[in-house]
Every structure is written in C-alpha cells, then in structure tokens.
C-alpha cells in the first residue's frame, strides 16, 4: 500500500528526517566535519565535502585516517554521576496494617494519590556533551590562550582542568598535541582568511617593520599594515616570522617583497616606515616603496645626545635606583618613610638604554621622592654616593626641558609631524635664550638637542609625504607651514594629484547618463533646438575636466574654515566626501600613513611574553600563529 503525499506533505516529512539526523550526529567525528543538508559533510580543515547517506560516518573516519592521519579525536567519556536514592519499598510492606488502612482511607478521601517518578538512564550516566558544542568550547579556548598568552601545558594544569570541570562537567578538555597541531592551526587559518578580506578590499596602504631577537636567540622581522576603512584607521599584522639569514638590505628587502607577494599588496604600498637603520633603510629603497623615517626613533636619537651632558649625574641615580631594588631592608624602609612623610607608596623607576623616556622617568619618579629617597640612604647605606643640593636642581630643570618631549611621543601621527617638530624646535629655542637660568650641563643639553633638531628637521617641510598629510588635515591645512612658497607648493601638487584620481563606478554613470540624454534627444528632435543642439554638444560632452575638478576642489578646501584639533579629519572627510571626492580618494593614500614603527615595535612586546621561560621550546611557526592570532583576533 503506498501513499499519495502532497508537496507540502513531502516537505514536512523531509524537515522530520533532517531533524532525526541531526539529533543522531552525537559522535566525536563531528568535531572536526560540518553537516550539509541532506546527506554530506564538509571537513573543516581541508574543506573537502564527503558522502553521509543513511546517516554514516563512515566515509568521514575514512577520510580522517588517509588525509589527516596526524588529527586525533578526543574520545568524549562519560563520568558516572551519584544514583538518587531511591526509598526502600519494603519499608511500606512491613508497616502496620493498621497505619497503611488509614492512610489509604486518608488519600481517598482527601486527593488522588501522586505516582512516584520512575528513575530513568540520565540518573546513573550523564549525557555526553555535543559535538558542535565541543568544538565551539575548543574555540574559545583556543582563543583564551592566544589572547592571554597562556601556554598550551594549561590544559594538563591540575587546577585548570578542576575548574573546567566545575564549569561543566561534560566538556572534555583536549590534549596540548591537539590543541597545538589542530585547533590553534584551524583559527589560524580562519583569522588569516578575515585579514585578507580586509587587506584586499583597500586601495592605499602603509607597512611598518622592525626586527628582535628572543631570549632564545632567535631573530624574528615583523611587518604590520595600516589603511583606511569606511573612514577609520585600521591596522593589521601581516607577518612575524623567524628571519635567519644575515640581516642585510638585499635580504631584508626580499623578505619584504615576499609578504606584500603573499598579501598581493606589492602596488599599493605608499610608504614604509622603518627606524634609521642604514640595512632597513637601504632594503626599502630596494623594494622602490617610499621610505618614512621613524619620528619616535629620531626622537629618541636626539634627547639622548642631550642626555649625554647630564651623564654623571644619571649615573648617580641609577646606583641609588639599583640599590634600593637590590635592598629588602632599603625598600622596606622606603615604603616607611613614604608613609610618614604622606608621599603614596611608589617604587623607584629604573632606565632602559633603548627608550630615552624611561631616563626621564627615573629622574622624574625619584624627584618626587626627595626627601624620603634622601633619608632612607642616610639611614640604610650612608657611604652610597647621594646627590647634592646641585645635582637635585640638576635634575629638575633636565625634566622641565625633557617634559615636553615625552608629551609628543604619546600623539604622534602623519599629519603632525611637521606641527610636533617645529613645537619642540621652539620650546629648546626658548630655553637656550633663557641660559643664564640653567646649570652649565644642562645648558649643554639644550645646545646639544637644539643642535640635533636642527640638523634632522631643517627640511622637514618639503617632504613630500609628511608635508601632504599635513595639508590634507582639515585641523591645520596651511597653518601646518611657516613659509607660504611650501604651502603653495604642497597644494599645487595636491591638484596635480587629484586630477590624476579615477573613479570607475563614476565614469560608468557618466557614459550612461550621456547616453541616456543622447537617446532622448534622438526621440524629441525639434527644428527649433537644432542649431541650439549643435552648438553645444561639444561643451556637453567634455564637461568632466579633471584638472579643473581638481583645481576647484582643492580651492574650496582651502576655504573651509579649520576644524577644532581635537576632533576626528577622518570624520570631516566622511562629511565631505561628496563635495570633495578627488580630494578624498587622495587622502586614503596619505592620512593612512603612520609616523613610526612602534606597531611592529609592541608585536616584539606580545612576542616576547609567549616566548617566556614556560615557553622557551616553542617552534618559530607555533610563536607565528599566535601573534597573528593574538594581533587580528579583533578583526
């Protein structure tokens, strides 16, 4: 006997059988496969689609075992869970007959009785935990790890997996080999596919670089890569991976090539920003990509030089500094001191050769700390060379010309370099006319900073791609230069610049409106617009002039009143982009730019943290997925 379903009909018991598969799809080999409706999986590592009619998954171990032979399942155990207790049922047997008779009377005259729950199979074994579920925990632990840099031995941590087990008791966490060779590997793969959809959708970008060698004394280059989108700023690592040949600018710029090749982005680099090293430098000039020195590292050059003057008197407070680390008893009774004196408890800084900051820090952290820094020495270490009532002073006025330096580095961008450079110049000029107020280092350390800017910021002005940002800035514009001949010479190749912008999906518009307009003429031909039709056809036609686009763009933008400096240009740019859309195309290619290196620079920092002592066997490929993960996890 058969029967006549309908379509819908059909379509109902279709939705049952997909229903009734998908309730069976409770084994581990799910883990790793996506079900596709009605009868297929695809494997989420190598995306291959495979056959599961009649609901098995057969062709999936199959496929697992010849392919993937390394992959490993997590068998998924069920942990006993304590039975109820359940009464014992002789106890109603042997009570008295009396009792049961007036109970039973009771129960009848007053409710029905209520029938006791039978016990089922969930009691005794807890239901495994599904597979899906499974996987999306693995994510997020995954995730957990490369975001907190966590070692993968936290997975064999006691009170790790106590915890995890008190959270649910059904999730089997997975081995490290597992973790390490499939599940950190898979969100790899899934984030790097993110970041190329964004890397291919931009038009201008710029890359910074940077090297570092790891405690384990491996050398890694890392590459980070910063462009426009939907008017904002968004910055992205490309690449941190173990560089072991010699560091020379050949090398160097065929390791460079090689990423933008990977990243199809070698044509629309439009600067790379590196610090003043002479083997980066050349390699970038290798590559044909403009070059953008870093401002924090020629920064850093120039307050050092300065530094140098005052060099006795660094010393001094770093043996102070050393010391009351090294102490117990010192520190302790710094802290004490600190309290009598109401001063917050606040530990001395210590310096680090390669930041100039951290020296103005030190000296800053222990002037706060004067007079309990000076008892504690009396009281603990009298024979420690102390500072004078000269030196003090010393220090105080190298923090007042240093102060303003530090206020740079943390607002550092494209489009005010120019702005920021010329401030500094002004403030040393400043405090070399007002010398006679000065000790005689400190005097040198004005001369020799106020010679330093001199000599790498006397053309600041004419380069072309910190000068174009600045005049692009809706917040400084021509107030970005001191002379009017750089501004106008910024601005005039701004038109040049704008006329040669194309825009395709405007151009397509064009031709159909024109077009449009050329049918419609042809249907209403009158005698009296002939002659009219004629004469201006030609004017109508190359209406669209680029150069003068371009000119009246750039005049109206010079027009526009200034924006206040603490607001957004990217946001004025949105606002504009209508009005001024040559203008704007070409300021993707220029506000994109970064004015240092500190991107790559705080890469090396997570870097060195997951290459730490717990660490320290971690493949150079392992340490590239996680900072890659650990960079663009946001995106």
Sequence with gaps: MFLNLTGESRGIVTSLTLLSLESRRRSVIWTLFEFIPPAAASCTICKAKLSTKGGSTANLHRHLKSKHPTVQLEQVRQEPQPAPTVEDSSSTSTAPASTRTAVSTQGATDRPRARRAQATLTHFVSRPIDPMRQRAMDEVLAKMIALDLQPFSIVEDKGFRQYTKELNPNYVLPSRKTLSNSIIPELYRRTHEKVQERVDKAEAVCLTTDCWTSRTTTSFMSVTYHFISDFKNVSVLLDCFEMSDRHTADNLAEQLLRVAREWNIVHKVVACVSDNAANVVKAIQNTGWPHLFCFAHTLNLIVHSGIAAIK?????????????????????KLKATQNQLGLPELRLKQDFPTRWNSTYYMLERILQNREAVITTLALTNPRLATLSPEEWEEMQQACNVLKPFEEVTVEISASKVILLARGLQKIASSHQRAAGNLSEPVRKLVDNICSQMSHQFHKIESHVLLSEAAALDPRFKKKAFRQDEAADNVFHRLCNSA????????????????????????????????????????????????TADSVLEVRGFIEEPLVPRSSNPLTWWQSRRVVYPRLCEFMNRRLCIVATSVPSERVFSKTGQIVSERRSRLSSSKVHQLVFINANLHM
Excluded at 314 to 323: N, P, R
Excluded at 508 to 517: D, I, L, S, V
Excluded at 525 to 542: H, I, N, P, R, Y
């Design 499 to 546: 006329a040669r912008m194309t825009f395709p999906n405007q151009q397509a518009e064009g031709e159909e409106e024109g077009a449009e307009a050329q049918e419609g003429s042809s249907t209403q031909e009158s005698a009296v617009w002939k002659e009219f039709d004629e004469q201006v056809f030609g004017l109508v036609t190359s209406s669209c002039n680029p």
């Design 312 to 332: 006795p008197t660094v010393d001094k407070v770093k043996a102070i500094v050393e010391y009351m680390h090294k102490s117990t008893v010192a520190s302790e």
